[in-house]
């Protein structure tokens, strides 16, 4: 795997790889490029396609539900980037979960009707964008969205009482229209074959595979110092089942290095052993140090596709993870 997504090229050319142009051709093919991302708010893997689309069409303007210009790169804040009405609601940027039955409403609100080429990076509503007759709508689908076809998933998340009472009524809307925006894109392209079996399954649409950028260059690169904890790296939020990793690591009085952070780390962490340290959100340096002296990576959530263990694996960290989804297809048994 490398870090480019240089066959979504050939997908946007309708070519196969070996007569696609080059990206100066696709960029005067299409001079007038939006990017549409679901939100800006923590940074993640769906981002790091969100910056290649961005290094892969310079020229491109951004829309997205909800922005938080603080933790991105000058790559994000030195553009135009188009946030929807939704941006405006205070609190916005914290609890934009909550904002889901809104966000169909806020992508069909954007005006794409100067663009030539329309990508949307989407986990549940940016693929709904309109795009009018002539403009070409790629949707690089990270997921069908979970919280409306994944029983259960929002089993974790603080949504209140009635809330959650309202819960069936408001998931079956929310597929009737994750199902309904489907129909827009031209192509849709997965991010893993269990991505785009997810995509034929829900939705009856065929995609083509594109694996997210790895930098595994840069990790192939790292000395290994092995130390005796385990690592759980990445946003803590309650569908990558942190707590799973802590509480086994508790119960064997392991040493665990959680770093990052998210809206779970307060559950979290009322789980933990005296052996689990909590770093928060680390630095590039910090993360290399930690890869480079991690016993094993502990990867106990069903993703998609799954960045993380790529690059762990690339720096020879081994790696244990729930046997499902996208780490199937990139951690060998």
């Keep these: 795997m490398s870090r480019g997504l240089g066959s ?44 290649e689309l961005l290094e892969m069409f310079p020229q491109a303007e951004l829309f997205t539900s909800v922005y938080d210009p603080g933790p991105w790169p000058a790559q994000i804040k030195n553009r135009t980037v188009h946030s929807s009405f939704l941006n405006r609601i205070p609190g916005a940027v ?29 986990h549940a509503c940016a693929k709904n964008v309109r795009t009018p007759p002539g403009t070409l709508h ?21 949504v209140g009482g009635l809330t959650r009472l309202l819960l069936p009524p408001l998931l079956a809307r929310l597929r009737r229209q994750d199902l309904a925006g ?15 079996n997810r995509i034929e399954r829900y939705y009856g649409r065929s995609a083509e595979v594109v694996h997210p950028p790895v930098d595994v260059e840069h990790f192939l690169g ?21 707590d799973l990793a802590v509480a086994a690591c508790a119960g064997l009085s392991r040493q665990l290095r959680v770093a990052g952070g998210g809206r779970a780390l307060e559950a979290v962490s009322a789980g933990a052993g005296e052996d689990t340290r909590f770093l928060g959100k680390v630095s590039e340096a910090e993360r290399d140090r ?11 959530g069903e993703e998609d596709f799954g960045i993380v263990p790529v690059e762990a694996q690339a720096a020879g960290v081994p790696v244990i993870a729930y046997g499902v989804g996208g780490a199937a297809e990139s951690v060998l048994d």
């Design 290 to 300: 930690l890869l480079g002296g991690a016993r094993a990576l502990l990867f106990p």
């Design 182 to 196: 489907a129909g827009g894109p031209d192509v849709f392209v997965a991010n893993s074959r269990h991505v785009a």
């Design 8 to 51: 979504l090229g050939a997908v946007t050319a309708g070519a196969n790889p070996v007569t696609a142009p080059s990206l100066d051709g696709l960029r005067e093919r299409f001079r007038r490029v939006a990017v549409v991302h679901d939100w800006l708010t923590i940074p993640g893997g769906s981002e790091q396609v969100v910056l």
């Design 222 to 242: 790292l000395r290994r110092t092995p130390e005796d904890f385990y690592l759980v790296f990445g946003r803590v939020v309650p569908y990558k089942r942190v």
């Design 94 to 122: 914290r609890h934009y979960p909550k904002l889901l039955p809104l966000m169909n409403r806020a992508f069909r609100s954007f005006d794409l009707s100067s663009f030539d080429l329309v990508l949307s990076s989407s």
């Design 138 to 158: 790629v949707c690089y689908c990270h997921t069908p969205m979970r919280y409306a076809w994944d029983e259960g998933f929002l089993d974790g998340e603080d």
